[in-house]
């Protein structure tokens, strides 16, 4: 069954109505058809039927037009199909001449009684209802456009004022990204905190972000906009149970993501990040490797090194809830896209992948690769970022969005008042930042 232009004019101009107020004043025809870019002349056809049935009514003089003649919600779409339609049920078996040996007739009866228990539920009051809502949604995102605009101009005028700089992660909000002056992931941004002109250093991301920045940059003055921005797998270990693990494994060195506290880096020989962890693991001369506080990063190195990797049992929720059976039901509607994930996401999803990379590997990859097609597993916020850099390559994420709120906790709003207020500086112990220094050094020296 097709609707005909018959049935779906009527519901557009019975709604146009409604969103005129025909409840409570004529509404001309003429204005209806303009509207809806419909001839008048086939409206008053379909008027003279729904005048008939007794959906509406005709008001006569200069100011005529027609108003409902019931209310709303006595009307459904139902009504209106079975008046303009000669027929809504998806097959007409009364003049098969199969019709009593078929064994598909039951299926064709059940289908049309869904069919018609659904347009039967749906009634105009409900369509005009979801229509307004629509409505102020839309009012809402204009506002907030022009509140947003109005941001972006104090902060740029702020920025220059104070001679600072903006820096945002890769999984940062989208209005985020687009005011930041530079976009990346964490250690990439902190390496470049230090080698900036600016002295004012505003970092868009979470708290162990912009501690990697001071301390790569210890002269400069590192804001971050929200102080209750954290990384739920930083806070899985402590600097204390650090050396409790470090006791437990005495001939063990000790590897440190870059996503945990300057203090738990103070406590570690080396850095590494997701794009080096390998590397930096193979650079020790150890045979054993204590690896906080990731266990699926710690596992993906594992299976790359014959040395014995020792795991805190640490997780990013984000990654750690991407399931195989999502990526593989993407793969299924998209068999030639590649799959892409983050090592921080589970191991046997990281089989699966055709490439396992950090945010920056995926940000070059969909750039300087031919590859049309990408099934990403990581943050949200970079595929934001892949689709605005690469608008005619397609990239797909599982329906359930991987989203950090941690990382969406900064809004524009923290960003003007962060470079106005000059909040929250990033203050650390001197001890402990000469500690992380070395391990950062240290990692950044064998790259
Ligand atoms: S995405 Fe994961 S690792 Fe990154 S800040 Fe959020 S919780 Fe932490």
Same mark, same amino acid.
């Given at each position: 069954?097709?609707?005909?232009?018959?049935?779906?004019?009527?519901?557009?101009?019975?709604?146009?109505?409604?969103?005129?107020?025909?409840?409570?004043?004529?509404?001309?025809?003429?204005?209806?058809?303009?509207?809806?870019? @419909?001839?008048?002349?086939?409206?008053?056809?379909?008027?003279?039927? #729904?005048?008939?049935?007794?959906?509406?009514?005709? @008001?006569?003089?200069?100011?005529?037009?027609?108003?409902?003649? !019931?209310?709303?919600?006595?009307?459904?779409?139902?009504?209106?199909?079975?008046?303009?339609?000669?027929?809504?049920?998806?097959?007409?078996?009364?003049?098969?001449?199969?019709?009593?040996?078929?064994?598909?007739?039951?299926?064709?009866?059940?289908?049309?009684?869904?069919?018609?228990?659904?347009?039967? %539920?749906?009634?105009?009051?409900?369509?005009?209802?979801?229509?307004?809502?629509?409505?102020?949604? +839309? *009012?809402?995102?204009?506002?907030?456009?022009?509140?947003?605009?109005?941001?972006?101009?104090?902060?740029?005028?702020?920025?220059?004022?104070?001679?600072?700089?903006?820096?945002?992660?890769?999984?940062? /909000?989208?209005?985020?990204?687009?005011?930041?002056?530079?976009?990346?992931?964490?250690?990439?941004?902190?390496? &470049?905190?230090? !080698?900036?002109?600016?002295?004012?250093?505003?970092?868009?991301?979470?708290?162990?972000?912009?501690?990697?920045?001071?301390?790569?940059?210890?002269?400069?003055? @590192?804001?971050?906009? /929200?102080?209750?921005?954290?990384?739920? *797998?930083?806070?899985?270990?402590?600097?204390?149970?650090?050396?409790?693990?470090?006791?437990?494994?005495?001939?063990?060195?000790?590897?440190?993501?870059?996503?945990?506290?300057?203090?738990?880096?103070?406590?570690?020989?080396?850095?590494?990040?997701?794009?080096?962890?390998?590397? @930096?693991?193979? %650079?020790?001369?150890?045979?054993?490797?204590?690896?906080?506080?990731?266990?699926? &990063?710690?596992?993906?190195?594992?299976?790359?090194?014959?040395?014995?990797?020792?795991?805190?049992?640490?997780?990013?929720?984000?990654?750690?809830?991407?399931?195989?059976?999502?990526?593989? +039901?993407?793969?299924?509607?998209?068999? !030639?896209?590649?799959?892409?994930?983050?090592?921080?996401? !589970?191991?046997?999803?990281?089989?699966?992948?055709?490439?396992?990379?950090?945010?920056?590997?995926?940000?070059?990859?969909?750039?300087?690769?031919?590859?049309?097609?990408?099934?990403?597993?990581?943050?949200?916020? #970079?595929?934001?970022?892949? +689709?605005?850099?690469?608008?005619?390559?397609?990239?797909?994420?599982?329906?359930?969005?991987?989203?950090?709120?941690?990382?969406?906790?900064?809004?524009?709003?923290?960003?003007?008042? %962060?470079?106005?207020?000059?909040?929250?500086?990033?203050? *650390?112990? +001197?001890?402990?930042?000469?500690?992380?220094?070395?391990?950062?050094?240290?990692?950044?020296?064998?790259?």
């Amino acid at each position: 069954m097709r609707l005909s232009t018959r049935s779906r004019y009527s519901c557009r101009a019975l709604i146009d109505m409604l969103v005129n107020g025909a409840e409570r004043k004529p509404v001309p025809l003429s204005k209806i058809a303009e509207r809806q870019e @419909v001839s008048e002349k086939y409206l008053e056809q379909l008027f003279i039927i #729904l005048k008939k049935a007794g959906i509406v009514k005709s @008001v006569r003089g200069v100011k005529g037009g027609y108003v409902l003649a !019931k209310r709303p919600d006595e009307i459904s779409m139902g009504d209106i199909l079975r008046l303009t339609e000669l027929d809504i049920s998806p097959v007409d078996c009364s003049k098969c001449y199969r019709k009593n040996r078929c064994i598909c007739r039951i299926y064709w009866e059940i289908l049309g009684e869904i069919i018609e228990d659904y347009v039967d %539920s749906i009634t105009f009051d409900e369509i005009n209802r979801r229509v307004k809502a629509l409505k102020s949604k +839309k *009012m809402v995102k204009a506002k907030d456009k022009n509140k947003n605009a109005d941001l972006i101009k104090k902060i740029n005028v702020l920025k220059k004022e104070r001679n600072a700089v903006v820096l945002a992660h890769n999984y940062q /909000r989208n209005e985020v990204q687009e005011i930041a002056d530079y976009l990346g992931d964490s250690l990439d941004l902190s390496r &470049l905190a230090s !080698k900036l002109p600016q002295k004012i250093i505003v970092f868009s991301g979470v708290r162990f972000m912009a501690e990697s920045a001071k301390v790569l940059a210890p002269e400069k003055t @590192v804001l971050i906009p /929200r102080m209750d921005a954290g990384c739920p *797998m930083a806070d899985m270990i402590t600097a204390e149970e650090l050396r409790a693990m470090k006791k437990q494994y005495p001939d063990a060195k000790t590897v440190c993501y870059v996503n945990t506290y300057a203090d738990v880096k103070a406590e570690c020989d080396i850095c590494c990040t997701s794009a080096n962890a390998v590397k @930096v693991v193979e %650079s020790l001369k150890a045979k054993k490797i204590i690896f906080v506080p990731d266990r699926n &990063l710690a596992d993906y190195v594992a299976k790359q090194t014959k040395k014995k990797i020792i795991p805190w049992e640490g997780f990013c929720y984000v990654h750690e809830f991407i399931e195989l059976d999502e990526i593989k +039901k993407l793969k299924k509607l998209h068999p !030639k896209a590649v799959i892409v994930v983050h090592p921080e996401t !589970k191991p046997e999803v990281v089989k699966i992948a055709d490439y396992v990379l950090s945010t920056n590997g995926m940000v070059k990859l969909a750039k300087d690769s031919k590859i049309k097609e990408f099934i990403i597993g990581t943050e949200k916020g #970079l595929v934001n970022r892949l +689709k605005r850099e690469n608008p005619k390559k397609n990239f797909y994420l599982p329906k359930r969005k991987p989203l950090c709120s941690n990382m969406k906790r900064i809004q524009l709003e923290d960003i003007y008042h %962060s470079l106005k207020d000059m909040k929250y500086e990033v203050k *650390m112990d +001197k001890g402990i930042l000469k500690k992380a220094r070395k391990s950062l050094e240290r990692m950044i020296a064998i790259q």
